[in-house]
């Protein structure tokens, strides 16, 4: 069984920053990508952020491009969302996933951490 354990989030104003960490443990763990999603209240849950475990290679959504920075350490199974200048509209629960695959259903998904953003 592989375990996704996100923290970081919280309640900030904006402009503020916030940093989210998601740590995946268990079995012999095969990564191909990880990712962020978030979703806010009557709204679907979409794809933030993701990054292609191998080499780094990053995804962003345009309306978080340059405030957002996702990086990982592999040696720790660990992805991170560094979230600068951040916007009211950013408030969402936020959800790591990882991917076995290069592409498809994403395999597992953290418990979600909320973020909270005021005006």
């Known amino acids: 069984q592989v375990q996704l354990v996100e923290s970081g989030g919280g309640l900030v104003q904006a402009g503020d920053s916030l940093r989210l960490s998601c740590t995946a443990s268990?079995?012999?763990?095969?990564?191909?990508?990880m990712g962020w999603f978030r979703q806010a209240p009557g709204k679907d849950r979409l794809a933030v952020s993701t990054?292609?475990?191998?080499?780094?290679?990053?995804f962003y959504i345009d309306s978080v491009k340059g405030r957002f920075t996702i990086s990982r350490d592999v040696a720790k199974n660990t992805v991170f969302l560094q979230m600068d200048n951040l916007k009211p509209e950013d408030t969402a629960v936020y959800y790591c996933?990882?991917?076995?695959?290069?592409?498809?259903?994403?395999?597992?998904w953290g418990q979600g951490t909320q973020v909270t953003v005021s005006a």
């Open positions: 996933a990882l991917g076995e695959g290069p592409y498809g259903p994403w395999d597992y």
């Open positions: 990054i292609r475990w191998n080499d780094g290679t990053a």
């Open positions: 268990g079995r012999t763990l095969k990564v191909w990508r």
